[in-house]
């Protein structure tokens, strides 16, 4: 083999690896159910239209701008995954039809001496909604909420601040919003 082939190998092997680490021991889905465990937060969710489960909707993990993982929800409308420490991940929810929401979970500034356990951010529920031409599509270019570690809570809780800066502008623009229900 000529010297230049070999170089090329050996930078698609490099790329290649360096693409499948991303998210290696952050996330993971799956179906069976887990508990949290060392140095993860455990994400419990389930979507619902209308209160009641919805399948088939697509869930993009999303770190330093990459899909990482994709998976959908089951026929009860559940999905669950664990992000490790020292990331932040968009959660994106989508299917045809639909309006795509966003959740953000930062688990970058978690203090060391909290960091002897894994942490379960309880089930919560998402709503989706329909597509339609009342509801402004720029309200969710940005997440509709962010989970985030509290020091005194001793666990991860949703970003009031956030939360209610997101409530304004939904308001602002004359539209309800159903944040998340736990």
Do not use: H, W
């Not at 060392?38 to 209160?51: F, H, K, P, R, S």
């Not at 929810?93 to 966003?102: H, P, Q, V």
């Amino acid at each position: 083999m000529s010297m230049p082939r070999i170089n090329l190998i050996i930078l698609i092997l490099a790329v290649c690896s360096v693409f499948s680490s991303y998210g290696q021991g952050f996330l993971k889905i799956g179906d069976d159910l887990e508990v949290a465990g060392d140095t993860n937060l455990l994400i419990d969710a389930q979507v619902l239209e209308d209160g009641k489960p919805i399948a088939n909707i697509n869930v993009l993990v999303i770190y330093k701008g990459l899909v990482i993982r994709e998976a959908e929800t089951k026929k009860k409308g559940f999905f669950q995954l664990k992000i490790g420490f020292d990331t932040l991940v968009t959660l994106k929810f989508s299917k045809d039809g639909y309006l795509t929401k966003m959740i953000e979970i930062d688990t970058r500034n978690m203090p060391e001496e909290d960091r002897f356990r894994g942490y379960d951010a309880g089930l919560f529920k998402l709503s989706m909604i329909k597509s339609n031409d009342e509801i402004p599509i720029a309200l969710y270019k940005k997440p509709i909420a962010k989970f985030i570690y509290d020091p005194a809570a001793v666990n991860f809780i949703l970003d009031r601040k956030y939360k209610k800066e997101v409530k304004n502008n939904f308001k602002k623009a004359d539209v309800q919003l159903e944040i998340i229900k736990f």
